[in-house]
């Protein structure tokens, strides 16, 4: 924690991804405690201004990376500058090659997307790594009665990775309510639309776009009911620029 900065009240790890996946890698091997892993871009961290609970959950997180250029440049504004954007598909992905070199040792749990996603998602990313054991599959279309069930299945299938996919701030306090009930689970991730992505249904943005930082533009061009989420960015960027006025002011 002693390297976390905070943007906008939302605590942010100062790693690149190669110090991001270390960290994660540690973690699934069993040389570092458990953690969970939240990649807030600025819509959640909007969302988190407005939420107690769940600005509360995102600060309690052992690692926190930034899956937005949005964040990267507020974080700028603020002064306190992040290396780099570290998206969560990313990560989950990393996680998925690593897990498979540990085989069996090292099995992963896929919880979210609609009926069918998490099954198809299992399925490309055995054939894509062929090491990889996969404990289960759920879809996210349970309620919070059947969450502890849900849970436990989880706990029972010996999982140590666990790709939680039910979206923001969903996602985010299930894994808060519920990683007490999952002891053997080493690495809860929160990936949002990843297992969308590694289920072949939804396509990433080209390599050009994600390296000049537009990957949310492809996204808005592919899914066009995505511009309403984009109103978070400018609002979150004004939000920036209000906490650095107060802190030259308390300065």
């Known amino acids: 924690m002693q ?4 943007v906008c009240g939302v605590g942010f790890d100062r790693v690149t991804a190669n110090e991001a996946k270390s960290r994660l890698f540690r973690a ?3 040389e570092e405690a458990p953690l969970a892993l939240y990649t807030p871009n600025p819509e959640i961290v909007e969302l988190a201004c407005r939420d107690p609970e769940l600005l509360r959950i995102l600060n309690e997180a052992e690692l926190s990376v930034a899956d937005g250029i949005g964040v990267i440049r507020a974080s700028r504004i603020l002064g306190v500058p992040l ?4 998206p969560g598909v990313e990560l989950g992905e990393a996680m998925l090659a690593f897990c498979a070199e540990g085989g069996e040792t090292l099995p992963v749990y896929f919880l979210g997307g609609k009926p069918g996603i998490a099954e198809k998602a299992a399925e490309r ?8 054991s996969v404990a289960g599959t759920a879809d996210g279309y349970f309620d919070e009665k059947k969450s502890h069930e849900v849970a436990g299945r989880i706990a029972c299938s010996g999982a140590v990775l666990l ?7 969903k996602q985010e306090k299930w894994i808060a309510a519920h990683r007490a009930e999952m002891p053997g689970v080493r690495v809860f991730a929160a990936l949002g639309g990843s297992l969308d992505v590694y289920a072949g249904a939804l396509r990433r943005a080209p390599r050009i776009f994600c390296r000049l930082g537009l990957e949310w533009l492809w996204r808005v061009i592919r899914q066009p009911s995505r511009i309403r989420r984009l109103i978070a960015v400018p609002a979150f960027l004004r ?7 107060r802190r030259k002011r308390k300065d």
Not at 239 to 245: G, H, Q
């Open 163 to 169: 790709c939680v996919c039910l979206g923001a701030p």
């Open 83 to 86: 290396p780099e954007r570290i």
């Open 3 to 6: 390297n976390r900065v905070s």
């Open 239 to 245: 939000r920036a620029r209000r906490e650095k006025r």
């Open 28 to 30: 699934l091997s069993g």
């Open 125 to 132: 990313m055995r054939e894509k790594y062929p090491g990889l």
